[in-house]
């Protein structure tokens, strides 16, 4: 019922940027918060950002300083943008958010299905 389909990911240079983007589609009422996940070789998934339909952001300390989260709600989309990126932040990046379909009265939680940034030498 809900889709979110992300996109911009690929491989970038140590010190480079990249932006991501996640646009939700389907049944959808209202999105309560969206946000960014990672999850590297091995590792568990993690939090790098998240934001609220008000704006109200917070950030992974590993991102503080270089990644910037911001979401369009007229269209249903949020954004990462990735600046000074490091080989650490190589990983699948999926998006997030909860989801209030039609006829429904509470929120769901959807993931994307992850695009990989590969960060290079």
């Known amino acids: 019922q809900v889709q979110l389909v992300e996109s911009g990911g690929g491989l970038v240079q140590i010190g480079g940027s990249l932006r991501l983007s996640c646009a939700a589609s389907?049944?959808?009422?209202?999105?309560?918060?969206m946000g960014w996940y990672r999850q590297a070789p091995g590792k568990q998934r993690e939090l790098v950002a998240r934001?609220?339909?008000?704006?109200?952001?917070n950030y992974a300390d590993s991102v503080k300083g270089r990644f910037t989260i911001s979401r369009n709600n007229a269209n249903n989309t949020v954004y990462l943008q990735m600046n000074s990126l490091e080989p650490e932040d190589t990983a699948v990046y999926y998006c997030?958010?909860?989801?209030?379909?039609?006829?429904?009265?509470?929120?769901?939680?959807?993931w994307g299905q992850g695009t990989q940034v590969t960060v290079s030498s």
């Open positions: 389907g049944s959808i009422f209202s999105i309560n918060a």
């Open positions: 997030n958010a909860d989801v209030r379909i039609t006829r429904s009265w509470v929120y769901q939680n959807y």
């Open positions: 934001i609220t339909s008000g704006g109200s952001t």
